[in-house]
Nanobody, 125 residues
Framework: QVQLVESGGGLVQAGGSLRLSCAASGRTFSTVTMGWFRQAPGKEREFVAAITRSGRNTRYVDSVKGRFTISRDNAKNTVYLQMNSLKPEDTAVYYC??????????????????WGQGTQVTVSS
């Protein structure tokens, strides 16, 4: 079992920055791949970024490459999503998720076993 709690969402103007955090508890954090997803109103939940257990490998959706950075601190059982140059189309509820299998970062919702409750990010134009 892995429990995930996101924080750091809020309202920001276009061009601004936010850093999301996801604190994990339960299973040893360093054994799980972590991902971030987002869901805008009326849309399906989509993959944003993922990071392997060691933090050495990451993966991003094309629309956030160069703007978002995923990182993790295994000593603090926390994964982060630094979001810069935010755009109104980044507005969504952001979820962190854990993949307990040993494999490269995946992008499918079905690949992740545990989910947080989500944190709202709103970018005004």
């Amino acid at each position: 079992q892995v429990q995930l709690v996101e924080s750091g969402g809020g309202l920001v103007q276009a061009g601004g920055s936010l850093r999301l955090s996801c604190a994990a508890s339960g299973r040893t954090f360093s054994t799980v791949t972590m991902g971030w997803f987002r869901q805008a109103p009326g849309k399906e939940r989509e993959f944003v970024a993922a990071i392997t257990r060691s933090g050495r490998n990451t993966r991003y959706v094309d629309s956030v490459k160069g703007r978002f950075t995923i990182s993790r601190d295994n000593a603090k059982n926390t994964v982060y999503l630094q979001m810069n140059s935010l755009k109104p189309e980044d507005t969504a509820v952001y979820y962190c998720a854990a993949d307990t299998r040993v494999r490269p970062p995946r992008t499918g919702r079905e690949d992740y076993d545990y989910w947080g409750q989500g944190t709202q990010v709103t970018v005004s134009s």
